[in-house]
């Protein structure tokens, strides 16, 4: 199950068929040429300290190094020169810009957005976090293996993977886990959200990095489940009332959850609305009937600009879950500014 079909069951009935489909933006054509996702073999047995020490000796001020080789052209043979390139917000806004080029191409995919199945792939690539044994997380872009990519959580996600490996492409230099959460972070200001403080720093690593099935929330367990899963990562319960707010946006796939449709009458619009129609409508739904989080749902319903506060800090610390304190840039940048 995803972590969309977690909270949303009773909703179905809320929403159905009410949303209109918002007009597809304009296609922008873009040339890109096919980028390898495939990584040198592992080392015959893990050694988390090796990878994080070498992570973190690439990184300078939060920008993974990257290397060219260069030829002299006045000569038949070519003499490698090692050219570090380190990468500055500029050169991340780049990126920003791109992506949220990308993000109105999709045309007749869902309601004319490819922001909230962005915002999705960035959740869930971090939220395999478990604190207790510091693996998982946003770190390692595990979900480019199997079997984390062919988890019944991850079903459709190979949608936002191949829409970024265009940018892989175009901006070889940055890691994955950079990419992907950067894509979080443009898909909720896009769509009209708070602004996401974000530190750039992840590295890639190994197939044998992925994580086991069975991190992220089961749409066929209440309140127990939700904590256990989401206090693992480090979260409380007004953190995980707040975070469950993004399911304002989106919808559901009969091929990915077993449901159809909208979560809200405005799908690729970042707000409340999630909140209100739990309050609106006759529901058992989890967040209605535990009395703290019911606490924190009422509140967000009532005050939007309270739960995008919430909502930024909490999302930015679900970036940042699995990942070394020395590989990130020492303070967040707020992005899309460019």
Known sequence: MSVASAFRAPLRRAVGAASTRRVGAQVRVSAFRGFSTETPPPPPKQNFGLYAGLGAGAVVVGGVAYYLLNSSSDSTTATPQVTKFVPTKADYEKVYKRISDLVDEADSYDDGSFAPVLLRLAWHSSGTYSKDTNTGGSNYA???????????????????????????????????????????????QEMGGPKIPWKPGRIDGFA?????????????QG?????????RMGFNDQEIVALSGAHAVGRCHPDRSGFDGP???????????????????TTDYVLTQDKSFKKWAKAYADDEELW????????SKLLELGVPLDQLQPEPWIMGNA
């Open 142 to 188: 595990t979900m480019r293996f199997e079997p984390e990519s062919l988890h019944s959580a991850n079903a459709g996600l190979h949608v936002a993977r191949n829409l970024v490996e265009k940018l892989k492409s175009e901006f070889q230099w940055i890691s994955y886990g950079d990419l992907w959460t950067l894509a979080g972070v443009c898909a909720v």
């Open 208 to 220: 044998h990095h992925a994580t086991p099935d069975g991190r992220l929330p089961d749409a066929a």
């Open 223 to 231: 309140a127990p489940h939700l904590r256990d899963i989401f206090y």
């Open 263 to 281: 979560w809200t009458f405005s799908p690729v619009t970042f707000s409340n609305e999630y909140f209100k129609l739990l309050f609106n409508e």
């Open 308 to 315: 995008f506060k919430d909502f930024s800090a909490a999302f």
